[in-house]
C-alpha cells in the first residue's frame, strides 16, 4: 500500500488491534458491501444498478464530464463504508479491517471479470469514515491521484493488484 | 466534495440519498445530476438544493475547489 503518514500510522496499528466489537448490518447492506453491483461498459468496470445498456448509452458523456475512463470508474465506485453500517459504537480500526476485508472480496471479484486488468483501489479515512473506491490502472491515465501521495494532509492510500 | 488531484483533474461535489444513491451537482447548471448521463435528477431530489444546509455546504465547496 502506497500510503500517506496518517494513513501508514493506522495500518500499523491495526495489525496489533484486537477488535471486541460486533458489527451489524441488514443483509442487503452486507451483500452490497462485499459483492456491489460490478457493471463492465466499455473497459470500465463501474458499480452500478443500471443496466449495461443505459451505461453504454451515456457513455460518451460520462467521459466528457469526468475527463476519462479513470476518472468516471473512481467517482462511480466509491463506497462510504461506514454508509452500509447499522451500529455507531465501532472506532476507524473495526471499519478499516472491514474496509480492507472488503478490498480484498472486490479484488477477487474484479480479476474473475477482468483477469488481465490492474485495479488500483484507492482508500481514504476521515475518522469515523472511510471511503473504499477503485479502477482500471491504465499506464496512459495513471492513477487518480496526484502522482506524490505525501501531497495529500489526510489518511490516503492506494493499491495496486 | 472531491478534489483528488487539483491541476490534473476536475473537482467533483455530489450527494448521497439516504439509501446511498448518488447524485453529482453540475455547478454551472446549479441543479444535481444523474452522475453517469448528466441528465437533471428528479423533483423531488432536485428539492434538496434549495435547502440551506445544502446551499451552505456548496458554498463551502466552491471556495475550496476556487470557483
Known sequence: MIATAKLEKLLEALNSYKSSN????EIQHLKELLSPDFVSVYDCILISKK??????????????????????????????????????????????????????????????????????????????????????????????????????EGAVGYLII | MENPAPGKRDGDVHYHESNNTKWRYDLNKKKLVDPDSGELAPPRVQKVVEQDWFRKAIDKAKKILGE
Open chain 1, 22 to 25: 460486533n458489527f451489524v448490518f
Open chain 1, 51 to 152: 443496466s449495461v445498456e443505459v451505461l453504454e448509452q451515456s457513455f460518451n458523456k460520462a467521459i466528457e464530464m469526468y475527463g476519462d475512463r479513470t476518472g468516471y470508474e473512481a467517482s462511480n465506485t466509491e463506497m462510504r463504508i461506514n454508509d452500509y453500517i447499522d451500529n455507531e459504537n465501532l472506532n476507524i480500526y473495526d471499519i478499516l479491517s472491514l474496509t480492507m476485508l472488503i478490498l480484498d472480496c472486490w479484488s477477487a471479484k474484479l480479476k474473475q471479470i477482468d483477469c488481465e486488468a490492474k485495479f488500483c483501489f484507492i482508500i481514504s479515512c476521515d475518522s469515523p469514515y472511510v471511503t473504499l473506491r477503485y479502477h482500471k490502472f491504465r499506464e496512459t491515465e495513471g492513477t487518480w491521484l496526484l502522482e506524490d501521495i505525501n501531497q495529500y
